[in-house]
């Protein structure tokens, strides 16, 4: 299994340890991501710097897809096309 990280914090105002596991993950700005194996080590560094970066499972199960909205269709008026004599 791996996992796919990506930084969504600035490294801006952390410790000096926290910006060099960000390096260490390959990530350096916001919006870069970086794919790794699944180890007791690779856990411990996201857990150390949890707060900067987003973690997904490659595997997992999907979001849910939001319902498709209803389309907004004008209602009109049944007009009666037979004619009285």
């Keep these: 299994m791996a996992l796919h990280v990506t930084q969504v914090k600035s490294q801006i105002g ?3 340890d926290h910006r060099g596991t960000l390096r260490a993950l390959g990530l ?7 794919t790794h194996a699944d180890t ?6 996201l857990h ?3 707060y900067l ?3 997904e499972e490659d595997g997992a199960a999907p979001a849910p ?11 009109t008026a049944k007009t009666d ?3 009285t004599a």
């Design 65 to 75: 897809a939001e319902a498709p909205k209803a389309s907004r269709t004008r209602k």
């Design 81 to 83: 096309t037979t004619e």
């Design 28 to 34: 350096g700005r916001i919006g870069s991501s970086a």
């Design 40 to 45: 007791p080590s690779i856990r411990g560094m």
């Design 53 to 55: 970066v987003k973690v």
């Design 48 to 50: 150390q710097i949890q």
């Design 14 to 16: 952390t410790r000096r």
